[in-house]
């Protein structure tokens, strides 16, 4: 186990092109400053992002994954978020049979105008993970 003050999380964040993504570009444009320990992974719609995506980056090193998504009501396919949701739900419950633990996968909703929101959410996510400490040991 990495031990140590000098260790950062290993973070993927999935990030919706029409929505979180666009709120990323706008943290940007604000000049929000966020954890560089991010690595943002745009898909088409977070109902791309599947269990076994979210376990891979586990496996390749990942101490944690976001998926960052429209909010309700605002998908551009109707309703990807929503099955979206039914998805992280199953993989919480696969991260806990493991070991690994669903605290470190989230689900949030950003929209494009949410830049702000969208730093606040990457440090946040980054600070709980910092705590919890490094997943190896664990895969």
């Not at 943290?27 to 690595?39: E, I, L």
């Not at 739900?89 to 950003?110: K, N, S, V």
């Amino acid at each position: 186990m990495r031990t140590g003050t000098d260790w950062r999380p290993k973070v993927v964040a999935f990030c919706c092109n029409w929505c979180a993504y666009a709120g990323a570009d706008l943290a940007g444009v604000t000049r929000r400053q966020y954890s560089p320990d991010v690595r943002i992974v745009r898909v088409m719609c977070s109902s791309r992002v599947d269990a076994g995506l979210i376990l891979e980056c586990f496996d390749r090193g990942a101490d944690g994954v976001m998926v960052l998504g429209c909010h309700p009501g605002d998908c551009h396919y109707i309703s990807g978020n929503v099955r979206e949701e039914l998805r992280v739900q199953d993989a919480w419950e696969l991260l806990d049979l493991l070991g690994i633990g669903r605290e470190r996968l989230i689900l949030r909703w950003i929209s494009a105008a949410e830049g702000e929101l969208f730093g606040r959410t990457i440090d946040d996510f980054c600070a709980l993970l910092r705590d919890l400490g490094p997943l190896e040991g664990r895969r």
